[in-house]
C-alpha cells in the first residue's frame, strides 16, 4: 500500500530555514509526480510546490515562490521541501501528495513560525 512519510517540522523564528523530507513507499516512487501541501488552523489545504516524475520542472505557489525549494532523490524514494526566509504566515501542517488513480497523503508534520 501507499505510505507517505514526512519529517523535519517543528519551530523556526521569522526568516529561519527548515527542511521537510516525505519517504514514499508502496508504489514506484519514480513514476510518480509528487506535491506539498499545507493547511493552517481554519483554512483549506493549498498546493505549496509540486515536482514532475524525474524533477524536470517544478511548480509553485506565488506566495512561496524564491522562498522555498521542492526536489526529489529517486534512489532514496524521496522528496524535499526546503524553506528558507520563513514567515509567520507559512505556519501550517505540511503535507506530502502522491496521485496514483486517487490522493495519497501523509500523516502531515507541524511548521511553527513564531518569535
Known amino acids: 500500500q501507499v505510505q507517505l512519510v514526512e519529517s523535519g517540522g517543528g519551530l523556526v523564528q521569522p526568516g529561519g530555514s527548515l527542511r521537510l523530507s516525505c519517504a514514499g513507499s508502496?508504489?514506484?516512487?519514480?513514476?510518480?509526480?509528487m506535491s506539498w501541501y499545507r493547511q493552517a488552523p481554519g483554512e483549506e489545504r493549498e498546493l505549496v510546490a509540486n515536482?514532475?516524475?524525474?524533477?524536470?520542472?517544478?511548480n509553485y505557489a506565488d506566495s512561496v515562490l524564491g522562498r522555498f525549494t521542492i526536489s526529489r532523490d529517486n534512489a532514496k524514494n524521496t522528496v524535499f521541501l526546503q524553506m528558507n526566509s520563513l514567515k509567520s504566515e507559512d505556519t501550517a501542517v505540511y503535507y506530502c501528495?502522491?496521485?496514483?488513480?486517487?490522493?495519497?497523503w501523509g500523516q502531515g508534520t507541524q511548521v511553527t513560525v513564531s518569535s
Open positions: 501528495n502522491t496521485v496514483r488513480g486517487v490522493n495519497y
Open positions: 508502496g508504489f514506484t516512487f519514480s513514476s510518480a509526480a
Open positions: 515536482i514532475t516524475r524525474l524533477g524536470s520542472r517544478t
